[in-house]
């Protein structure tokens, strides 16, 4: 905790944020010796936080892809965002269980009701399993943990399905990036394919926003 506590306060971190959430290549590449805390945090954050808009499909891609360029080998990688996963989802779980629905509100910039409803019908569909789903599907798995943790599922299950989801994403995103890592074009081309990741992840939240807008005119 108290390495985490350090790079969060570090030049090199503040530095690494501010130059640009949408090139997580720059973001790695910036980040130097704190490389690794920096996965870790925004891993975390996106979730624990319940801040929806951090790169995180995209940071394990790149951060796999660059990994001989960061110095950062794929298990290490794997484990420390499958922790960072869990974790977070720990938190958001307990904001849900304590907070419940009062934490969103309609006319919120980050905690809006529709991202609550939109995560419980998700949840509804699918169970406890959508922990698992929801770990690949931008915005929802920030806020599946709080709906779980406003329901009924006893804590065990919620437990076990919260380590699968958070250890199968992190190893596919890592891994993926890895083995395409070795294609010559996608070698060459590492920022133009993590700004794609970025705009395709990008792109469900800004449907729905066209749609929010469409409604309200």
């Known amino acids: ?3 985490f506590v350090t790079a969060f306060h570090a030049p090199a971190f ?16 910036g980040s130097g010796p704190w490389v690794l805390a920096v996965i ?38 794997i484990i420390s965002a499958s922790i960072a996963a869990i974790a977070g989802d720990q938190v958001g779980y307990l904001i849900g269980k304590r907070l419940g629905r009062r934490l969103f509100k309609p006319d919120a910039r980050i905690f809006k009701t529709k991202y609550l409803d939109q995560a419980d019908a998700f949840f509804a569909k699918y169970g406890a399993q959508s922990l698992v789903l929801a770990r690949f599907v931008p915005i929802v798995r920030t806020f599946v943990p709080p709906i779980v943790g406003m329901s009924h599922l006893r804590y065990r299950r919620f437990l076990l399905w919260n380590v699968v989801g958070g250890v199968a994403w992190a190893t596919i995103a890592s891994l993926a990036g890895f083995w395409l890592g070795r294609i010559p074009f996608i070698a060459n081309h590492v920022d133009l394919i993590a700004v794609g990741i970025v705009v395709v992840s990008v792109v469900p939240i800004a449907i729905e926003m066209l749609r929010a807008r469409r409604s309200k005119a």
């Open 40 to 77: 870790v945090g925004f891993v975390f954050i996106e979730t624990g936080l319940l801040f929806p808009f951090l790169p995180g499909d995209s940071l394990l891609f790149t951060a796999a892809l660059l990994s001989a360029t960061i110095a950062l080998p794929i298990p290490v990688l």
């Open 1 to 3: 905790m108290s390495l």
């Open 14 to 29: 503040h530095h690494a944020v501010a130059a640009s959430i949408l090139d997580p290549s720059a973001l790695l590449t």
